[in-house]
């Protein structure tokens, strides 16, 4: 059975970080390119990161500089670390994992986190 649970979320306050965590199970990890998405509320999911097999990485404007996603092979653990946090950054975050030949992709049930003061 597939599973990508992710952990790390929580309540923090402007300016500070966290740790996003993103554990997979049921798939051949190195071969899949993983992703971090986020769901606002009351807004369209948008991707974050992603990060490639072969460990490429890009990221979305509105984050650049300020997360960093990362991949451990052996852990088969997908990570994004948040720094200078905004309350804009408040939303779901989803773990997203995908592969070709064949094609299979697979969603996390998300982390919550809230930006506040």
């Known amino acids: 059975q597939v599973q990508l649970v992710e952990s790390g979320g929580g309540l923090v306050q402007p300016g500070g970080s966290l740790r996003l965590s993103c554990a997979a199970s049921?798939?051949?990890?190195?071969?899949?390119?993983m992703d971090w998405y986020r769901q606002p509320p009351g807004q369209q999911r948008e991707l974050v990161a992603f990060?490639?097999?072969?460990?490429?990485?890009n990221y979305a404007d509105s984050v650049k500089g300020r997360f960093t996603i990362s991949r451990d092979n052996v852990k088969k653990t997908l990570y994004l670390q948040l720094n200078s946090l905004k309350p804009e950054d408040t939303a779901v975050y989803y773990c997203?994992?995908?592969?070709?030949?064949?094609?299979?992709?697979?969603w996390g049930q998300g982390t919550q986190v809230f930006v506040s003061s």
């Open positions: 997203h994992g995908k592969r070709a030949l064949p094609n299979f992709e697979y």
């Open positions: 049921g798939i051949v990890f190195r071969l899949y390119t």
């Open positions: 990060i490639s097999n072969a460990f490429t990485t």
